[in-house]
Structure formats: C-alpha cells, structure tokens
C-alpha cells in the first residue's frame, strides 16, 4: 500500500564530528535501478503529499540520509545530486543532453562556454562512468571525476567533485 | 566588575521595558504580520495559533496571546542561552520575528546586541533565496481525485537559471504519517489525526517523486514578491522546523499552510480568507492569481508520463515497430546491426525503447531484472551515437490549471421530457465532469460529488430527479506501449429511465472496467462493461442486479466545442430478467472560461417502455 503521507522528520542541523568532504566518507549507496517500486495510483487517494522517505530541513541532508555538517561543499552537494538522481542523470548522458546534465555541470562550475565539451565528454565515456548495472552513485560520482580530470578542456572542474 | 555587571543588566532591562512599551504603544501585536507570524487565526472555536504547543512559544499563553507572546519574544531576544530543542539562542531560532520586531523598534546595537546565528546564517547561504516560484503537481493517471493538485513552493537561487532549478529548495506541507491502513489513514486525515510538518528539500527531490514516480506534470508559477518579502518568508521557515499543525485534509492542507507563508510575507495577501470548508489546492492557486501574486505565466514541467506519450505520438511507425523489439525482444532475437537502420533512426528508437523501459521499470514490473538488463545494454548503445534527441518536449497543454474552470456549478436546464415541459436547477459542489470545459483537467477523468438536480414538473411540488454521492470515471487511452485500464464508479439515486412501473428514486451502484483509446488527441473512445445494483420500489424483491455496458465517445472539435455520445446497455436478472438500453448524446459550448451552453438528448427503452428527454442547459462554474 503506498504511503502517501509523508513521514516528515525534522533534523535539526547540529554541530557534531565532521564527516570527511569525501564522497567515500558517506556511503551514497544509490545504484542505476533503484528497485524503487512505481506507485499503483490509489483511487482514491485520500491525499496528494509526497512519500519521499526523510524529508528534514537541513540543505545538508541527502536521500542517504547522510548529513554534513559545517559549511556544504560543491563536492558534497554533486555527490548528493548524483545519489538522487542515478537514472535520470543516465538517460541525460546517454544522449549528451538533458536537464539533469546541466545541473551537474552547474554544481560541477561548468560555464556555458565548457558545456558541449562537458556533455559530449560524458555521453562518449558513459560506459565508463556507469560501469555496470550495480554500478553505486559512490562509483558514478568518481568515475565523472576521473573523466573530467583527464580531459584538459574540463580537468579544472574535476576538483569540484 | 560586579556593579558594572549590575548596571549593564539594569540598563538592559530597562531597555527591555522601553521596547516593550513602545510595541504596546505602536500596536504592534494587532499588525497582521505579527498575527501571521505566530499563524495566529479567529475561528469558530475561538482565536488562537494554528501551531500546537510546542517550543514555537516563547509566553505560556502564547498561543491564545499575541501581545504576551511578542513580550515574550522581546524579552528572549536579550537572552544568551540556548532554547531546549533548538541549541541556538532565541534571536538565532526565530530571525524572522527578529528581523521584524527590530525593523518596528529599530534596536539599539548596544543595548540589544545582534547574536551571531551560524547555522542560520549557513543555512540561509545554501539556500541562497532570491524568489519564490509556487508549484502545482496536477493529476496522476487514474486517479481523478488527484485533479485537486497538490501544491508546495519553491524558493529560487539567486544563480539559478531555467537549466538548474532543480538545484533549488523546495518548501513542502505534509503529514506524518505511518500508518499502512488505507480507511485508517483516510479518517485520521480528515479529522486532524496527524500532526502536519514544514520541511525543506531539494526540489529535484520533489521532481522525482512527482513527476518520475507519480507522472504528475508540474507547473511552476513564479510569484512577484519582493526581496525583502522572499526574505521574511525563508527566515519564517527556518522559525518552523519541527514545529508541528495538525493536518485537516479538507481545509488545513497543503496548499492552506503554503497561504499562511505567503500571507508571513505580504500581509496585504487576503488568501486564507477566501476558503472556507474545502480548500482545493488549484483553487489556492487561482486565488493567487488574482491577488496579482504572480510575475509570469507558469512554467510546464512534463511528467515522464507525458515525455513518452508526446515520443510515442511524434513517432512513426517504423520507430515504434523497431522501439519495441529493442525493448522487448529476448535477447537472442536481438541484433542491432540486423536492423539496418541508419545512426538517426537507431537514435531516435533508442530514446523510445529507454523511456518506454523506464516507464516499464518505474512501474515495477515481473520481469524488472530483464528490463534493467536491457536498458543498461541500450542506454550504451545510445551513447555510442553523437546524435542530439530529435523529439523535443512536450508543449504545455492550452490551458493551464489557473485558467480552467472553477470546481462548483450551477446549472438551469429547460427542455421536453417525454414530450412534456420540463424544468430543472442543478448544483454540483465539486468538480469535473466529462461534458465540462475540458481545458486545465485531464481528458477523460471525471470527479462528481454530491451533485443534486431538481426538477419543477407542472403543478406538482419540485423534486429531485437525480443525487450522486459519487460519480467518478477515469478514461486513460492504450496505445502500442502504455496499456492501462478505464474505470468509472457511480453511487447515487436517479428518476430516470425506464423502469417497470412509475418514476420513483431508484438508488444506483455501479462500477466497472474496460478500455479507453485516444484519436488524434481530440477524440476519446471507451468501452466499460461492470456490475450494476438497483434499489427501488419498482422492483419486484425492491432491487436488481445486472450487468452493465457502456460504449462511448467524446470528441474535442474546437476549445470551445465539444459533442459526446454513449449507447448503454443494462441486463437485470434474474427475475426482472429484462434489458434497459440507452442512448445519451450531448453537445457543449463554452461561453467564457466559467459558463458554458449545453444542449442534451436521452433515449431509454426496454421492456416496452420507451422514454425521451431534451435539455438545453446553462451552466454555470463559481
């Protein structure tokens, strides 16, 4: 049965042992196929408000529940991205184009001018970056970043990730 | 130290009691910005915040009290030590009353210093606001009841741009809930058993919930307020972390609480008032609309749904044909080079086959481990080919959500029934039904409550010739790839029809299943067969059962025309064992965006009996 209420959790954003800025650091678990079952519409669904799992108030928090604390880096908010975002960010990049490729070049600091090299970068190393069908956003993530580092156009931007 | 300590404390409360004195003088706990602050309201039951005890109060009476709580406030702000729960100081976990109360009394910087708040000042750089765009989620498939919308807002970076609002934040109302319970959960709902939060995520989040899961389209509405107004709103929310309401799905609801915000920043907003028992989330857009809250005609943001429906219509045949065996084809029948096709024309069926799979895949399907396979396999393929996607997305509908017809209607109906005068006033509450203007609703769903028709018959008292509690239909077209059900569900009591004696009430119950096609965008076709209960006495044992079936059709001819027609047939067995048949068409004209014309022809035979009914109809939405 789906939950269409939301179960809302309020995390207050408190100071506590710093997790590392590293991707590693915070297990970003997503894979490509997420097992996420599609909703069977209810009928008569009673409400109409998300069923997202956590929903909380820090900007820190991604759907791995990971939470940083102190000031959230680029790196850590694009890991956060690529952990949400696993299947629309590989129907983008198979075809070089797409929104969910432009907000990663814009976390990434990919100005307008870089884009094209950035987007056809990607499209033309995507068997790369999404390895295999249980390829982790952990493993996208730093895949992106040694496909950018090793282009000279965009290894700039690889720092951002 | 000690009587410079002494002084210093003299000194602030002093000052406390100056300022103090100075709100009270100023009124300043009567303003509406201070009331919308504390979601303070006037209801039946009293005046009082619509927030629950909790750490949202800084007064014991708080809650009921403005004045005590603004005094309160005051005298919070010269504290150092942290809330409980909040681990911050009052100035730093309630900035909007601050930033408020010290543009009202301009604080004195040296007798009520400014506390530094690091974790809303953090906050507030990652949220970056610089606007705010109110977001409506519309219809999902099959479920007419998910018209109502569901709203929340969207607060705009200042670096965003039309390519990266994902990236912004969104501010969402919901319940929290756990229950499994499907009739629990719907009760609870309703009378205020859950306890509704604030909360702020990523709307990139939100755009997968609403548009990949549930295939809701989006619209986003960019509202006109200014810096200063964006900025009270965003401090208000941080104000309201944890801060529990009760949810009331009818009149306490998303789109209620998302008014509360607007109304924070721009007094002047009369939203709230304008609702009464049922708050209908598209009607709070309306409302906004005409406030003149908004900047720009909406944003479309089509769901996934949508994205492969308008892929599916813009390809040829030849493209579906090849899309569906790269998606479906076992995987020893596959040979991509065997198609011969050129590297456009593989493109193009690629991205069909890829959002036909992750239709397929979002849907959890038996064979979700063979899909995935597949699609890992073709979205490589695709990469492989440096070719843009040829299909570009979908255009907005011609009428968006804000400019569709208004949820009530009244209608005034003249005409000949069975070749006497007939007159009848009708009032339907809510909301859509399938001859009604169908531009902002989804084509083929129909959501009906409560509708009563009365009718004068000459010198005779009026009386009511037909009441639906429900009446409820979702006509979803087929196609090559997506092959949904149609269903519909009616329960009320009618005068209509041919029946074995006399013209009593007859209460209904019917549903059923069945198909649905589409043509060319303009025309719906359905066929829906179900079970059928009668209950009346005109029946022999006072009800019958049957069996139903419906074959119809309704076709758009221009935005202002529309004609429907549906044959139906009843078999009622076993001891009233006879059939009923009947042929309804109508024809509709809409006048302006809230009235329309309508002229329609029933025809009923069965068991010898013959009936007919013409009308001509002005109806009117409000």
Same mark, same amino acid.
């Given at each position: 049965m789906?939950?269409?209420l939301?179960?809302?959790?309020?995390?207050?954003?408190? =100071?506590? !042992? #710093?997790?590392?800025? +590293?991707? &590693?650091?915070?297990g970003?678990?997503?894979? *490509?196929?997420?097992?996420?079952?599609?909703?069977?519409?209810?009928?008569?669904?009673?409400?109409?408000?998300g069923?997202?799992?956590?929903?909380?108030?820090?900007?820190?928090?991604?759907?791995?529940?990971?939470?940083?604390?102190?000031v959230?880096?680029?790196?850590?908010?694009?890991?956060?991205?690529?952990?949400?975002?696993? =299947?629309? !960010? #590989?129907?983008?990049? +198979?075809? &070089?184009?797409?929104?969910?490729m432009?907000? *990663?070049?814009?976390?990434?600091?990919?100005?307008?001018?870089?884009?094209?090299?950035?987007?056809?970068?990607?499209?033309?190393?995507?068997?790369?970056?999404?390895?295999?069908?249980?390829?982790?956003?952990?493993?996208?993530?730093?895949?992106?970043?040694?496909?950018?580092?090793?282009?000279?156009?965009?290894?700039?931007?690889?720092?951002?990730? | 130290?000690?009587?410079?300590?002494?002084?210093?404390?003299?000194?602030?409360?002093?000052?406390?009691?100056?300022?103090?004195?100075?709100?009270?003088?100023?009124?300043?706990?009567?303003?509406?910005?201070?009331?919308?602050?504390?979601?303070?309201?006037?209801?039946?039951?009293?005046?009082?915040?619509?927030?629950?005890?909790?750490?949202?109060?800084l007064a014991?009476?708080?809650?009921?009290?403005?004045?005590?709580?603004?005094?309160?406030?005051?005298?919070?702000?010269?504290?150092?030590?942290?809330?409980?729960g909040?681990?911050?100081?009052s100035?730093?976990?309630?900035?909007?009353?601050?930033?408020?109360?010290?543009?009202k009394?301009?604080?004195?910087?040296?007798?009520?210093?400014?506390?530094?708040?690091?974790?809303?000042?953090?906050?507030?750089?990652g949220?970056?606001p610089?606007?705010?765009?109110?977001i409506?989620?519309?219809?999902?498939?099959?479920?007419?009841?998910?018209?109502?919308?569901?709203?929340?807002?969207?607060?705009?970076?200042?670096?965003s741009?039309?390519?990266?609002?994902?990236?912004?934040y969104?501010?969402?109302?919901?319940?929290?809930?756990d229950?499994?319970?499907?009739?629990?959960?719907?009760v609870?709902?309703?009378?205020?058993?859950?306890?509704?939060?604030?909360?702020?995520?990523?709307?990139?989040?939100?755009?997968?919930?609403?548009?990949?899961?549930?295939?809701?389209?989006?619209?986003?509405y960019?509202?006109?307020?200014l810096?200063?107004?964006?900025?009270?709103?965003?401090?208000?929310?941080?104000?309201?972390?944890?801060?529990?309401?009760?949810?009331?799905?009818?009149?306490?609801?998303?789109?209620?609480?998302?008014?509360?915000?607007?109304?924070?920043?721009?007094?002047?907003?009369?939203?709230?008032?304008?609702?009464?028992?049922?708050?209908?989330?598209?009607?709070?857009?309306?409302?906004?609309?005409?406030?003149?809250?908004?900047?720009?005609?909406?944003?479309?943001?089509?769901s996934?749904?949508?994205?492969?429906?308008?892929?599916?219509?813009?390809?040829?045949?030849?493209?579906k044909?090849?899309?569906?065996?790269?998606?479906?084809?076992?995987?020893?029948?596959?040979?991509?080079?065997?198609?011969?096709?050129?590297?456009q024309?593989?493109?193009?069926?690629?991205?069909?086959?890829?959002?036909?799979?992750?239709?397929?895949?979002?849907g959890?399907?038996?064979?979700?481990?063979?899909?995935?396979?597949?699609?890992?396999?073709?979205?490589?393929?695709?990469?492989?080919?440096?070719?843009?996607?040829?299909?570009?997305?979908?255009?907005?509908?011609?009428?968006?959500?804000?400019?569709?017809?208004?949820?009530?209607?009244?209608s005034?109906?003249?005409?000949?029934?069975?070749?006497?005068?007939f007159?009848?006033?009708?009032f339907?509450?809510?909301?859509?039904?399938?001859?009604?203007?169908?531009?902002g609703?989804?084509?083929?769903?129909?959501?009906?409550?409560?509708?009563?028709?009365?009718?004068?018959?000459?010198?005779?008292?009026?009386?009511?010739?037909?009441?639906?509690?429900?009446?409820?239909?979702?006509?979803?077209?087929?196609?090559?790839?997506?092959?949904?059900?149609?269903?519909?569900?009616?329960?009320?009591?009618?005068?209509?029809?041919?029946?074995?004696?006399?013209?009593?009430?007859?209460?209904?119950?019917?549903?059923?299943?069945?198909?649905?096609?589409?043509?060319?965008?303009?025309?719906?076709?359905?066929?829906?067969?179900?079970?059928?209960?009668?209950?009346?006495?005109?029946?022999?044992?006072?009800?019958?059962?049957?069996?139903?079936?419906?074959?119809?059709?309704?076709?758009?001819?221009?935005?202002?025309?529309?004609?429907?027609?549906?044959?139906?047939?009843?078999?009622?067995?076993?001891?009233?064992?006879?059939?009923?048949?009947?042929?309804?068409?109508?024809?509709?004209?809409?006048?302006?965006?809230?009235?329309?014309?309508?002229?329609?022809?029933?025809?009923s035979?069965?068991?010898?009996d013959?009936?007919?009914?013409?009308?001509?109809?002005?109806?009117?939405?409000?």
């Open positions: 789906k939950r269409i939301a179960v809302v959790v309020f995390a207050s954003v408190v =100071p506590s !042992l #710093a997790l590392a800025d +590293s991707v &590693g650091g915070c970003w678990g997503s894979k *490509l196929f997420d097992g996420q079952k599609g909703v069977f519409p209810q009928i008569l669904a009673v409400t109409t408000n069923t997202s799992g956590n929903q909380t108030f820090g900007i820190s928090s991604g759907t791995s529940g990971c939470t940083q604390s102190g959230v880096t680029s790196a850590w908010k694009t890991a956060a991205f690529i952990d949400a975002n696993m =299947p629309k !960010l #590989a129907m983008d990049m +198979s075809r &070089g184009q797409g929104e969910s432009d907000s *990663l070049a814009s976390l990434v600091g990919v100005p307008a001018a870089d884009r094209i090299v950035f987007n056809s970068t990607l499209q033309a190393n995507f068997g790369r970056i999404f390895a295999s069908t249980d390829v982790t956003s952990t493993d996208v993530t730093s895949n992106i970043k040694s496909v950018l580092a090793e282009n000279s156009a965009l290894s700039a931007y690889s720092v951002n990730i | 130290m000690f009587a410079a300590a002494a002084c210093a404390a003299a000194e602030q409360n002093g000052y406390l009691d100056a300022l103090v004195n100075e709100a009270h003088r100023a009124a300043l706990a009567q303003e509406p910005q201070w009331r919308a602050l504390l979601h303070f309201e006037s209801s039946f039951f009293g005046a009082k915040s619509k927030a629950e005890p909790s750490s949202f109060f014991v009476d708080g809650r009921q009290d403005p004045q005590a709580e603004l005094d309160a406030t005051l005298k919070a702000f010269f504290e150092s030590q942290r809330l409980k909040r681990d911050e100081t100035q730093c976990a309630f900035p909007a009353r601050y930033q408020w109360l010290k543009s009394l301009k604080f004195d910087p040296i007798l009520l210093p400014q506390q530094k708040c690091p974790q809303f000042d953090q906050w507030l750089s949220i970056d610089h606007g705010i765009t109110m409506l989620a519309s219809s999902y498939m099959n479920n007419p009841a998910s018209a109502f919308g569901h709203t929340l807002l969207r607060l705009d970076r200042t670096s741009d039309a390519r990266s609002t994902l990236l912004d969104a501010v969402n109302y919901a319940a929290a809930t229950d499994a319970n499907a009739l629990l959960y719907a609870k709902g309703i009378m205020g058993g859950y306890q509704g939060f604030f909360s702020v995520s990523p709307y990139y989040e939100k755009v997968k919930l609403y548009s990949d899961l549930e295939n809701r389209d989006i619209w986003e960019k509202l006109n307020l810096p200063a107004e964006v900025d009270l709103l965003v401090r208000h929310l941080w104000e309201l972390q944890g801060v529990p309401f009760l949810y009331y799905y009818f009149d306490e609801n998303c789109s209620y609480q998302l008014l509360s915000l607007l109304e924070v920043a721009r007094p002047t907003l009369k939203l709230r008032s304008k609702f009464g028992s049922w708050v209908i989330p598209v009607e709070t857009l309306q409302a906004v609309v005409e406030e003149s809250a908004l900047a720009a005609a909406p944003e479309f943001r089509p996934a749904a949508t994205k492969l429906q308008n892929r599916i219509a813009q390809a040829g045949d030849d493209v044909r090849d899309s569906k065996r790269l998606a479906l084809d076992s995987m020893a029948e596959l040979h991509l080079a065997d198609l011969g096709l050129s590297d024309e593989l493109a193009e069926s690629l991205d069909l086959a890829n959002e036909f799979l992750a239709y397929r895949i979002m959890s399907a038996d064979d979700q481990p063979i899909l995935e396979e597949r699609a890992f396999l073709l979205l490589n393929e695709r990469s492989r080919i440096p070719l843009p996607d040829s299909v570009p997305t979908p255009l907005p509908p011609a009428v968006s959500p804000e400019a569709a017809h208004a949820a009530r209607k009244f005034m109906s003249v005409g000949l029934e069975d070749n006497k005068s007159y009848q006033l009708s339907r509450p809510t909301y859509h039904e399938l001859p009604d203007p169908e531009g609703y989804n084509l083929g769903s129909q959501i009906s409550m409560l509708r009563t028709d009365f009718s004068f018959p000459a010198g005779e008292r009026p009386r009511i010739e037909r009441f639906d509690l429900l009446d409820l239909a979702s006509i979803t077209p087929r196609n090559d790839f997506v092959k949904p059900f149609s269903w519909y569900f009616k329960a009320g009591a009618e005068r209509w029809g041919v029946s074995p004696e006399g013209e009593d009430l007859i209460w209904s119950l019917k549903g059923g299943f069945g198909y649905g096609w589409s043509i060319l965008d303009r025309a719906l076709v359905y066929l829906l067969n179900g079970p059928a209960l009668h209950v009346g006495s005109d029946y022999e044992r006072a009800f019958a059962v049957g069996v139903s079936h419906r074959i119809g059709s309704l076709l758009i001819l221009t935005n202002r025309l529309a004609v429907m027609g549906e044959f139906n047939h009843e078999r009622l067995l076993p001891d009233n064992n006879y059939d009923l048949f009947g042929l309804e068409t109508g024809e509709r004209y809409t006048l302006s965006r809230n009235l329309a014309l309508r002229l329609s022809q029933r025809f035979w069965g068991d010898g013959y009936s007919s009914q013409f009308l001509f109809h002005l109806e009117k939405f409000f």
